[in-house]
T-cell receptor, first 112, second 113 residues
Framework: SAVISQKPSRDICQRGTSLTIQCQVDSQVTMMFWYRQQPGQSLTLIATANQGSEATYESGFVIDKFPISRPNLTFSTLTVSNMSPEDSSIYLC?????????FGSGTQLSVL | QKEVEQNSGPLSVPEGAIASLNCTYSDRGSQSFFWYRQYSGKSPELIMFIYSNGDKEDGRFTAQLNKASQYVSLLIRDSQPSDSATYLCAVNAGGTSYGKLTFGQGTILTVHP
């Protein structure tokens, strides 16, 4: 199965700043997704990262807050903009491969 | 509202026993059902998925699906302490053949020696 790498693995950021999370896959994949896992909670889908077009966001998530890029079939970025402590979560990318979604190692974000 | 419900647990079973994890879902159009295992501080790891009614076995794991009852379960045979983790049930949105997963809250499983 595909190897999915995320960077950074963790970060501590100041309120009002932005962080860009990278997701790199070792093979070309059509479907990539971004999820958020708030402390003690399950995963919530943020958006589908579409190659060559704008991301498709789920209810409650907007492009201004979570801009996503997908320049090719192996790479995507998620930016968390104008951060507040409520954005402290684990952010995960996933790829759809061989019938199921598989997840990267995640980025643990703490906002002070 | 599309929902996936799981008992949060914790579910505690002795080593060697069968652990039974249950999940119900509300979207009758859902076609794909997934079980993930998540260790503390780690990302979810796919255990198995099931598309058709009935049972699907993979090693010590068996997934069971009943679309009429909107119910999916995971059985873990010969449970080991290393199986202690949170188990997440996920269901795809009806009308889609991939992605757009909705996750349950997860069931914490503890296997004690």
């Amino acid at each position: 199965s595909a190897v999915i790498s995320q960077k950074p693995s963790r970060d501590i950021c100041q309120r009002g700043t932005s962080l860009t999370i990278q997701c790199q896959v070792d093979s070309q994949v059509t479907m990539m997704f971004w999820y958020r896992q708030q402390p003690g909670q399950s995963l919530t889908l943020i958006a589908t990262a579409n190659q060559g077009s704008e991301a498709t966001y789920e209810s409650g998530f907007v492009i201004d807050k979570f801009p996503i890029s997908r320049p090719n079939l192996t790479f995507s970025t998620l930016t968390v903009s104008n951060m507040s402590p409520e954005d402290s979560s684990i952010y995960l990318c996933s790829v759809y491969e061989s019938g199921a979604e598989r997840f990267g190692s995640g980025t643990q974000l703490s906002v002070l | 509202q599309k929902e996936v419900e799981q008992n949060s647990g914790p579910l505690s079973v002795p080593e060697g026993a069968i652990a039974s994890l249950n999940c119900t879902y509300s979207d009758r159009g859902s076609q794909s059902f997934f079980w993930y295992r998540q260790y503390s501080g780690k990302s979810p790891e796919l255990i198995m998925f099931i598309y058709s009614n009935g049972d699907k076995e993979d090693g010590r794991f068996t997934a069971q699906l009943n679309k009429a009852s909107q119910y999916v379960s995971l059985l873990i045979r010969d449970s080991q302490p290393s199986d202690s983790a949170t188990y997440l049930c996920a269901v795809n949105a009806g009308g889609t053949s991939y992605g757009k997963l909705t996750f349950g809250q997860g069931t914490i499983l503890t296997v004690h020696p």
